[in-house]
């Protein structure tokens, strides 16, 4: 298993947020976490990923605990966090961007970022603040990527992306998965999530209320429904 969380609980102040988050996540599997607004997502990722501290439950990670370490040594042993508003360095250019998150040992090198972003190397000169909102998307990717991700985990990567690009990163997100990377995707738009996905959960006010493979879930509108607010399609 390449990731096992849990009964993980996190606050921020007096605030107890995930009450008590339970969820796994296989070799080689795409996994989404969905839920409505403020039901914990993007804390549960930040929990992960060492950026906010677990008060409470355990986080393993390829077999290690890794609950409780610096969100910069949790990335280094393979676990790489996107988050929503991207991070990436906005002075600097696309390839500057891309070449401080290299590592030698890294499957991933700048030829394989571009063949899987064209649009990145058409754009590899140009300031991270001249980047469109799907550009900055890819390149956030691609950074994560350099750094040698066994479990990427995504925060609303699509999110107010234009239809076509859209199609453009799920196709890619497909090709990192089918390159054996395991991913960890919040995301709201369901149709990208049952396009990529393995398997669902469902967060709703800290707690996972729902767990079910992608042709279940696919075919349960009353859980979509209950949990997610969406009309019956
Ligand atoms: N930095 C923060 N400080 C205090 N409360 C926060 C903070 N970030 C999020 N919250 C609260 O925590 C809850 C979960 O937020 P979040 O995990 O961002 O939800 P989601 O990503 O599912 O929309 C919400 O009630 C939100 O208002
Ligand atoms: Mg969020």
Redesign the pocket.
């Known amino acids: 298993m390449m990731l096992d969380v849990r009964d993980v609980h996190a606050y921020?102040?007096k605030?107890h947020?995930l009450q008590g988050v339970s969820l796994q996540v296989n070799d080689g599997e795409t996994v989404t976490l969905l839920?409505?607004?403020?039901?914990?997502?993007?804390?549960?990722l930040?929990t992960i990923a060492g950026v906010v501290a677990p008060r409470g439950g355990t986080v393993a990670f390829a077999g290690k605990p890794v609950a409780g370490q610096p969100s910069h040594r949790i990335a280094a042993a393979g676990l790489c966090f996107v988050p929503e508003h991207r991070g990436i360095f906005r002075l600097l250019n696309v390839e500057e961007n891309l070449r401080l998150a290299a590592r030698k040992d890294s499957p991933w090198q700048l030829a394989d970022i571009y063949r899987i972003f064209p649009r990145l190397q058409e754009r590899r000169k140009n300031g991270g603040a001249q980047l469109s909102g799907g550009e900055q998307q890819m390149l956030a990717i691609g950074r994560a990527l350099m750094n040698h991700p066994r479990l990427l985990m995504l925060?609303e990567p699509v999110e107010g992306l234009a239809p076509v690009i859209v199609e453009e990163i799920v196709e890619q997100l497909k090709q990192i998965k089918a390159a054996g990377v395991a991913i960890l995707l919040?995301e709201q738009n369901l149709e990208v999530c049952t396009q990529l996905a393995d398997r669902h959960y469902i967060?709703e006010q800290?707690v996972i209320v729902y767990e079910g493979s992608n042709a279940a879930f696919a075919a349960d509108h009353a859980v979509k429904d209950r949990y997610l607010g969406v009309g019956v399609v």
């Open positions: 921020y102040g605030s947020i839920g409505r607004n403020g039901a914990g997502k993007s804390t549960t930040k925060d919040v967060v800290g």
